[in-house]
């Protein structure tokens, strides 16, 4: 019987709790926020005896360090800014780790041998994207001897947008993930930097408006795959709603979201603080307010198995849960880091060290976390062609 706690009470954190909880396997679950009412929120959302909550500033090292002790499985579902000095608390007291998000996580050094000293696993990146986007494009790999192309798009968007952004932030924090800059792709089999909101191209999903994807994203784990094995062309993109990027870009020439500060009425103002401050009154995610959300995820890899072709796509096509009351956002995250945690927590994945989900959720787990995906009401449809050329 295991015991697991979930550092974050936000958007994504009640569902990995409550979704813990109902498993017979897990003794109890316990979760943390700074936030009262984020507490009391999530007490009730989750509803099990099982669950309990508890105070926590993340920021002071020595409360982490006591409130992550003597659990199986810590689970950080607040900012990204608290990956790794949650990472040094669980090694400090040998409790292993699963983060919803990769970002701050280094691709390589010190701390990998650190943590494979403390003799813990930690498993980050793994939500959607990053997560299950790194996984089943993984997998898809796996099905082919020469990868070639790796393809993923990935958006969480309201069901019903509104101007003038058509965009909610579904998956947690004040801020709009606006980050103009370069990002490392891989183009004709060399890693390149290629600007963010470029590449734009048109995605169409049955019943609602049309979408767009562009370039974004940051050093990942799955790029790392792709150049260990070779491939020549990696895209990561995500997505939404047609016009998006035309409006980001009038902004950004504008300044209106640059991060230079400048002199105001004699103070100092960074523009895309105060435009965040502005907007997020429209663009945050209100569900008892009536916002559902979706969230459209889609996976292309080609390559080749001896002389013939192969296509491997995923596709995901997911919305709110009206009867549970779970954003699709919360259920594709939530879910797939709750679902790992749970295979941390009963020893199931063996690696020690820092483990990303690309490398490690592959054959029966791959099979078992698709299968318990499915059983929550989350649908992923594969496909896959070859084509012998004569």
Known sequence: MSRIIVLGMGLMGP???KDCA???KVKSVKGCDIDDAKLKAAMNFVANRKFETAKLDVSSHDALVEAVRDYDVVVNASAAKSSIPVLKAAMEVKVNVVDLAGGAYPLEGHIYREAE???????PGCGVDPGLIEILSGRAMDLMQKPKEVYFACGGLPKDPK??????????????????????????????MVDRYDDVETISVEGYPDMEAFYDGYPSSLLKLCLEKGVKTFKGKTIRYKGFVEKLKFLLDLGVISNNPLIY?????????????LVYPMVKFDAAAGDRDITVL????????????????????DVYDE?????????????????VARM??????PQKGIQWPVYIIRGELFEELLSSLRTRGLEIKESATKTRKI
Not at 344 to 349: E, K, M, P, S, Y
């Open 323 to 339: 009867e549970k009351k779970v954003t699709s956002m919360a259920r594709t995250t939530g879910y797939t880091a709750a679902i």
């Open 298 to 317: 889609l996976v292309r890899v080609a390559g080749r198995s001896g002389e013939v072709d192969v296509q491997v796509s995923y596709d995901v096509v």
């Open 265 to 277: 009425n004699g103070k100092s103002l960074v523009p895309v603080d105060f435009f965040n401050e």
């Open 163 to 192: 101007p003038p952004l058509n965009y909610k932030i579904v998956f947690g924090g004040t801020k709009m993930p606006i980050r103009p800059g370069k990002v490392p792709m891989i183009l004709d089999g060399k890693q390149v």
């Open 117 to 123: 000293k403390a003799g813990i696993t930690a498993v």
């Open 344 to 349: 941390l927590a009963r020893g199931d994945i």
């Open 15 to 17: 569902t990995v709790a």
């Open 22 to 24: 109902e498993d017979p």
